[in-house]
């Protein structure tokens, strides 16, 4: 055949097959429309995630790491996951930190003339020492940075107590970026302090509201300074503690008698489906099963744990059968210290596993936005662009892809070249009940959390369907 | 000088020119971004909205039309608007329907051999004429649809109470398009039942959410038949009630004592800055400041009314200078007769008004994810396509425009060729509330409401400066 007539038959070919092509394409997206529907309309009416949750926050309660309701978590996790029809169900171990709040926290002004004697709400910080028995009196400095501290130096801080009381900026759109912007004082702020001789601290509460709720979270002692007393004390009081600096020298009488226990052994709970063509690649999805001792757990992280779950209960009863491994990980010691993420991304690297997708729920229960990505530099821009073009199929339940951070239980992962996925929910209250004991049940809604367990349903049939590749 | 000579220096202009033109619409876009930001800030840290919001829902609270709490919240919001710096504030008369839901409602299951005597949860529909004073007893029917009724004909409605039980479909992301499909069993089963014969009526609650809360909401009489009763039970009662009727004939007690009073004279509350190159063009922002008897009428539409109020007081305070009339309206009797809405309209048409543009909130105080627009038929495409060239700038935000409704109050603006907007937030809570004893100041967070004015506020510095033709 000359090359002539070899090309007319070529053309002819395409003209044949470029319309079935087009015709393909335009049923694959179809069918894929109709998938992602038949996901959401099953997390809207028939998915048991909110039940989960009800279970979680009222029949167990505050899960802190090596508390009885952490073990009581891991043991009620396992037991549904059993019901899921999974491929398989393990409890991974993990030696966690063991921190106790104790009996009670007093902060309390010992001397204004303006007002005598006035006590603030507040509460200890996770993994902060307690004080002597007989409590901690000492003059407040006020500082607004880290940096403050320094240029006070021994002389301006030694013996005092420091109270870091910037505030979150209420003009971020995102309130995760006000957060980040001042975390810093509830993590560092105690061994800064520290080093020139303080005595004790206290934080103004993480939060975009002005109110009576005081906020825990974990700190950091640096090991080079001696660790001091920590107490988070409301926005309210801390702006009620400002003015009366303003015009006098303030002592604070602070106690609490909180303080870190021998380590314990816990567990991460784990679920999988496993893949029938690509077995090896892995995605997870994810939340942390441990909370603070504070309220329920709810938002934080209880929703991001029965999303994940509903992730797996949903591709079952729809009879979704995966080409690739799909794995539900609930993770132990998120709020302090990390453990069950580290246990299970060195385990991972240790079997050569490829994650090449992970999603996290931890930024709250509330109406998804989209998703936030990240993934090693040399892999993220193409994976990312690929994942991209699914964003008209998201579209219609409000949802984008934009690059940003996924979650700290995940973040290990990157080093395996998969795309590590954060679950973006409106961001507005996150913060109202971060950490405190308003985080509970009530304040979630099923519909807002269901549409977060739909959003990551779809995006992991997506990714199980294309790949990143 | 020739042709050729002449393009020449045209075409060299160009070239001058064209990055100059480059550079001011770069510019142009640059201080646009940066006095929409500033806007943002205003709302999020010096709007007085939320404390305005306060004072409505606990200083006066709910305010049906025609109750002296209506009058109150009229002159509140018009002693707030006298404090805004505008150039002129007024009040304008309508006559109003003054409907009272009286001191009781009792609904009861009288006859269940599975549960003997049962109360459930109602309360009378709006503008619903009470029972006869000892009550009505007798046979329920239940229906999904209207059609059904006309199916079941005088044989099967005559002499019973008919019980309308369609639920809002769970499987719509809008809440709104739920409660769409299921709204006419509220404002027509009455009538549509008494065709037939019927002595009352019950229907399921206009809620999203299955719970405790019963939602009232206003019915219309067709005038052709019999006014009869009729009364809201909560979903959780309806369900019960459903399956009841599963195996036995049910009979059930209604009782109200609501009435219809006589009209009284009442008001939409005005207050407007005057443009300083079009004052003819008029940008309307509203909400409603009536609400229905129970709880705080905090969604539904404290937020609209202290939003609108918020725009002109963020521009003022900016020091902004519109070219156009931007006027706040806050409009009487949205619920139950659209009066202040209908007096508006014709007003303005008697004085041949041109709004060029409106836009209402009432659709919940939540984050906001946009506006909806319409308009007249020959001029909706080019002014919204003129509309949407803002996107880039309303994005940052969070915020889309689409085609859809727009307002009641505003609607019948139409006519007069503007654009009608409506702003569109997260709909997932608002049936949660929405016309019930739940919707309270409490359930509205701060930065959420606060994020929907800065959208209005930044919607109406857009169509002030660029206009839409």
Known sequence: MSKFRLKVHFTLCLFLILPLLADAQSNQKDEDAFYIRSIFDHALTSSNAYDWLYDLCKGIGARLSGSPQAAAAVN??????????????????C????????KQEIVRVVNSSQIGSLPLKGVALGNS????????TAEVVEVKT?????????????????FFNRPLDPTHINTFRAYGGAVDQRGSGASRAARYGAVGVLVRSMTTSLDDVPHTGSLRYDPDYPAIPAIAITTKD????SQLLENESVRVYMYSDSRMLSNKISYNVIGEIKGSEFPDEIIVVG??????????????????CVQSMAVLQTLRQLGYQPKRTIRCVLFMNEENGLVGGRTYWQASDDKNEYHMAAIESDRGGFTPRGFTAEGRDDVFKKKFKKATRWLPLLEPYGLTLSPGGSGADISGLKSQGGLLFGLYPDSQRYFDYHHTDADRFETVNKREMELGAGAMTALVYLLDKYGLD
């Open 238 to 241: 801390a702006n009620l503690l």
């Open 146 to 162: 880290l940096d403050e501290v320094d240029a006070l130096g021994e002389a301006g801080v030694a013996g005092k107590i420091v």
């Open 287 to 304: 939340g942390h099963l441990d909370s603070w001792d504070l309220g329920e757990g709810a938002h934080d992280d209880g929703t991001g």
């Open 129 to 136: 020492i307690g004080t002597p028995a007989g409590g901690i």
């Open 76 to 93: 009620y996790t396992r037991q549904i996951m059993d019901t899921l029809q999974l491929d398989s169900v393990w409890l991974q171990p």
């Open 95 to 102: 030696e966690v930190p063991h921190w106790e709040r104790g």
